[in-house]
């Protein structure tokens, strides 16, 4: 292989080793003081991703949607199309997080990179996110009652299973919210602890199931079937029973519904850029932390679905979820399911740690502020058909190379001695940040964090409120849970395209890459990106059931449609007025304190690419001191 190829097809990294003083003084750059503790090294960074990502509550709670609508196929080789879809939005977000390191994630990054519109994208991209944010809150905990249920029916007689009604469904939904609010909100230590116990637990339960299950399967379905058999189930009688069918026809639109099982389980990943500000080298750490858990969770993952799939007793089994998988499998070989609770037990308790997790996810500290966020944790999965009940009792590799000192570094007093202010963990923290910048009714209230616990109360409540409210839907409609979910993963989606989007238009020209890009590659990823992130959104806002009816409406649409207009509307009528997005809460004397147009006029990069590495995809990039006195650049390519 030639040599410039070779250079080409290899990672290429170089400053690996940056200093806390370096990620400081960058952090400075854009705008925020070092207030939260660097203790995060790359692993760490990226086991707090990957613990987000929970394959066993989100590929659990949706099996079923996948299997009825398409089979094997829709369950395997969807999953692997929504991975290496994904990454084509999770690799321009990277690219982002390495020229940005900061908390606020897509907040911040939309607001800096809207030019003069950065303010009104900022707050879209806000509201995106904080809609996002509840309705993943609320599939997951629609999850933990059905898993709850699953377990009940493991215990009871075939013929005599267990089923809440919608009242009592919504008012244990609802305990378990509270529940999981009130860890929230009790102690710091408490939630640092859980996020440890969480990924060892999905790891260990994770293998448990993938290596039990086919042990113990009597019939293992053929490789044939489970790679490459396509089937409707859910349009025939047969599988569903009669009158309870999709009315979905056509093969390649039941495939495209049945993705929503994987794409609801690759939501989250953006975990390791909110704590680029706790991570060391987070120019690099950051990115390649999100790269890493999406690769690694895709791997769990296809282990766990093809453990399910080939351990399948029957069609039957995957059209009711995995709770059936589990129950066939041990009757098949102990003519007893009440084995089967043990499995059932793991995805139960990995929900709740998901719920715990998910309330936390929407409430911390914004970008820059004065808390210190120990710990990120997850959403993950969403709850399975109400027709089930019916059907129950039947790797980077980078190579590191001398650290270089770069053009914009400069020695920082270092910080007095004694402890940094406690703070809650964090996993979009949108509504905590948000608040921070007014771009909430009743900021004051919602930004409040608690003497006595060191976490926003407030806002845990806030966020446990809405999502409780927003379960009420269950009352009125059949397939509830589908738009609660696809609201959840359209939220967040959105708000992860539109500072792609920004960065490939608006700040296309100044826009400065960090040490870690996509080199010539930048642009037709990013739009590659984009264009999935709008596609699967319209997707998703479809009707999962036919005819329409106002019982199977997916309200989806309703929810999005609604949450933008209003913002936009308080927009146009206040908002406009007074916000500002994300503002500088340093060196505001003498600089813009308003970010986005900081970042238009190069104040975040005191005149220079902010790595030293390249300008923005239309301009020439500039070259630094280090250039000159013949220093290579930073910088980390994968090209």
């Not at 590929?59 to 094997?72: R, V």
């Not at 809207?114 to 995106?128: E, F």
């Not at 997850?378 to 000192?405: E, F, I, K, W």
């Amino acid at each position: 292989m030639p040599r410039g190829t070779a250079r080409q097809a290899t990672i290429h990294l170089e400053g690996a080793q940056q200093g806390h003083a370096d990620d400081e003084a960058r952090l400075r750059q854009l705008g925020y003081k070092q207030e939260l503790r660097r203790e995060l090294n790359l692993l760490r960074n990226f086991a707090v991703s990957f613990g987000l990502l929970s394959m066993l509550t989100g590929l659990g709670g949706f099996y079923y949607i996948g299997f009825q609508y398409g089979g094997p196929v829709t369950v395997v080789w969807g999953w692997v199309l929504i991975v290496g879809m994904t990454l084509s939005v999770a690799l321009p977000m990277a690219e982002i997080c390495s020229s940005l390191p900061t908390t606020g994630g897509v907040y911040y990054w939309a607001g800096v990179l809207g030019g003069k519109q950065g303010p009104l994208m900022s707050w879209i991209c806000g509201w995106l996110n904080l809609i996002g944010q509840v309705g993943i809150t609320a599939g997951v905990e629609w999850t933990v009652v059905r898993y709850l249920m699953y377990l009940i029916n493991m215990f009871r007689p075939a013929d005599d299973p267990f089923a809440f009604t919608k009242a009592q469904f919504w008012a244990v939904y609802s305990g378990f919210i509270l529940l999981h609010g009130t860890f929230n909100a009790i102690s710091v230590k408490l939630l640092g602890f859980l996020s440890i116990v969480s990924v060892v637990f999905h790891v260990a339960g994770t293998l448990a199931i993938v290596i039990g299950l086919p042990i113990i399967a009597r019939v293992r379905q053929p490789a044939s079937w489970v790679f490459g058999h396509f089937e409707n189930y859910g349009n025939e009688a047969q599988w569903m029973g009669e009158g309870l069918t999709t009315g979905v026809t056509n093969s390649g639109f039941s495939f495209l519904l049945g993705l929503l099982m994987s794409q609801w389980a690759m939501v989250g990943y953006d975990s390791s850029a909110h704590i680029a500000e706790e991570t060391k080298n987070a120019a690099v750490a950051g990115p390649l932390g999100l790269i890493m858990a999406i690769l690694g969770s895709f791997i769990c993952g296809w282990m766990f679905l093809l453990s399910l799939t080939f351990s399948m007793q029957s069609p039957a089994d995957g059209v009711a979820g995995v709770q059936q998988i589990f129950m066939s499998v041990f009757s098949s070989r102990w003519g007893s399911f009440e084995g089967a609770a043990s499995f059932q037990l793991i995805v139960f308790l990995a929900s709740n740690l998901c719920g715990i997790f998910c309330v936390t996810s929407n409430r911390c500290a914004p970008p820059g502020g004065t808390l210190q966020l120990r710990e990120r944790a997850l959403a993950g999965a969403t709850a399975a058909n109400s027709n089930c009940a019916r059907l129950l009792p039947r790797s980077l590799s980078p190579q590191a190379a001398r650290v270089v000192s770069l053009p914009w570094q400069r020695p920082w007093p270092p910080r007095p001695a004694g402890p940094r202010p406690a703070a809650p963990p964090r996993r979009s923290r949108m509504l905590y940040a948000f608040a921070r910048d007014h771009g909430v009714l009743g900021s004051r209230w919602w930004k409040q964090v608690s003497n006595a616990t060191g976490t926003p109360v407030n806002s845990i409540i806030g966020m446990c409120m809405a999502a409780v409210l927003i379960g009420l839907t269950m009352l009125g409609s059949d397939v509830a849970f589908i738009a609660i979910s696809s609201i959840g993963i359209i939220g967040l989606e959105c708000s992860y395209i539109l500072p792609i989007f920004l960065r490939l238009t608006v700040a296309r020209r100044w826009f400065k890459k960090g040490p870690f890009h996509l080199g010539r590659f930048s642009l037709i990823v990013g739009w590659v990106g984009v264009t999935w992130g709008c596609f699967i959104s319209v997707i998703l806002v479809l009707p999962t059931y036919y005819p329409v009816t106002n019982k199977n409406l997916n309200y989806a649409s309703v929810m999005l449609v609604g949450t933008i207009a209003l913002a936009m509307i308080a927009w146009v009528v206040s908002a406009r007025k007074w916000f500002k997005g994300p503002v500088r809460n340093v060196d505001t004397g003498n600089k813009t304190e308003t970010l986005a147009e900081a970042a238009m006029r190069g104040e975040l990069d005191e005149g220079e690419s902010a790595w030293g590495g390249e300008a923005g995809d239309g301009a020439p990039a500039k070259n630094d001191a280090s250039s000159a006195e013949g220093e290579p650049k930073e910088q980390f390519v994968v090209a």
